[in-house]
């Protein structure tokens, strides 16, 4: 996240020019590896087309326009005092995709493009967008608790204090994909880091070096991403994503349990009992083709090593003379 200062624009459009000529790159090794990330695409665009909307001349003469009014960045950032006092609570889901100026998305965009290739292929694209929506609004959330507090018990100033931008989102994904990577190292501004530790080492370096930097936007997300990796945010959000998975599961389910076929009266029945016909027929047809034993011969019998066995022939009534003829033709075999 960012303090605003500027409005949109801010800086020129060298920025979104250079992110452009990067999104056209990302999108062509998409394609070469075959990779389709819709839930990556579509948040790309959003956070572009936010930027680019109010600038694009002439658009408000369209008639679906007039009445929609686009906020700009002071309308949309993120205070104690227009989220927690004046109740302006869509904030919390419009500042994040809100960025002050062409290079504060472009830094956004190109940090956050190679961190969501990654996670949307691990955990698939409804799951990661399903994340990044809860993500966006806590982020916002923790920032805003964080600044109403900071603003009660130790700078009045935290109070007006307002931020913009994607940043936060970023700096809790950022925090997950070093978590599946524990002994990776990061290189934040050249040097070689720890993976656990790159998020707190970005944190400060991009405060010192940026002062116009939220600090704690991106503390807000980092916090976020902790909960998520090492607390119990996972595990909450797996509730009513697996209540909505099962429904949609059960539903599909239904749907192929009860699919009719007409039969020649006129009634239908389940595809089930033509499953289960065929399974008989095979079954029928397996029995049929069953190679029978050769029948016991009870003139001769051997043991395993070879030899007649006298006990089970003699146990079968033959006798004696049956045995010995039996042993003497076994005999001018092997002459």
Same mark, same amino acid.
């Given at each position: 996240?960012?303090?605003?200062?500027?409005?949109y624009g801010g800086g020129g459009n060298f920025g979104l020019m250079l992110l452009f000529f990067q999104l056209a790159g990302f999108i062509q090794l998409l394609s070469s590896h075959n990779e389709?990330?819709?839930?990556?695409?579509?948040?790309?665009?959003?956070?572009?087309?936010?930027?680019?909307r109010p600038q694009v001349g002439g658009v408000r003469s369209l008639r679906f326009a007039r009445s929609f009014h686009w906020p700009s960045v002071s309308e949309s950032c993120i205070?104690?005092?227009?989220?927690?006092?004046?109740?302006?609570?869509e904030r919390l889901f419009l500042a994040p995709f809100i960025h002050a100026d062409s290079w504060h998305l472009y830094?956004?965009?190109?940090?956050?493009?190679?961190?969501?290739?990654?996670l949307e292929k691990r955990y698939g694209s409804l799951y990661f967008a399903y994340m990044i929506a809860m993500f966006t609004l806590l982020t916002s959330g923790v920032y805003l608790i964080l600044n109403v507090h900071l603003a009660e018990y130790f700078d009045w100033s935290y109070y007006n204090r307002c931020a913009v931008g994607f940043s936060g989102v970023i700096f809790a994904v950022k925090v997950l994909t070093t978590h599946l990577q524990p002994n990776h190292m990061s290189y934040v501004f050249g040097i070689g880091i720890p993976s656990k530790l790159a998020v707190w080492a970005e944190?400060?370096?991009?405060?010192?070096?940026?002062?116009?930097a939220s600090f704690i936007g991106h503390?807000?997300?980092?916090?976020?991403?902790l909960a998520f990796v090492s607390g119990p945010l996972k595990m909450i959000m797996d509730v009513p994503w697996g209540i909505v998975t099962s429904g949609i599961s059960g539903?599909?389910?239904?749907?192929?349990?009860?699919?009719?076929?007409? &039969?020649? %009266?006129?009634?239908?029945?389940?595809?089930?009992?033509?499953?289960?016909? *065929?399974?008989? /027929?095979?079954? &029928?047809? %397996?029995?049929?083709d069953y190679e029978r034993p050769p029948?016991?011969?009870? *003139?001769?019998? /051997?043991?395993?090593?070879? %030899?007649?066995?006298?006990?089970?022939?003699?146990?079968?009534?033959?006798s004696e003379e049956r045995l010995r003829n039996a042993r003497l033709r076994r005999f001018e075999q092997h002459q």
């Open positions: 996240m960012r303090r605003p200062r500027r409005g389709f990330l819709p839930t990556t695409l579509v948040l790309l665009g959003v956070n572009v087309l936010a930027f680019i205070s104690a005092k227009n989220v927690w006092y004046y109740g302006q609570w830094y956004n965009m190109i940090s956050f493009m190679w961190k969501a290739r990654t944190l400060l370096l991009i405060s010192v070096l940026n002062p116009n503390l807000a997300g980092i916090l976020v991403g539903a599909n389910i239904g749907r192929q349990s009860y699919n009719y076929t007409a &039969r020649p %009266s006129g009634q239908r029945r389940n595809e089930s009992d033509q499953q289960d016909s *065929d399974l008989q /027929e095979g079954i &029928r047809r %397996s029995l049929n029948p016991y011969n009870p *003139d001769y019998d /051997e043991d395993d090593n070879g %030899s007649p066995n006298s006990s089970r022939s003699t146990g079968t009534g033959h």
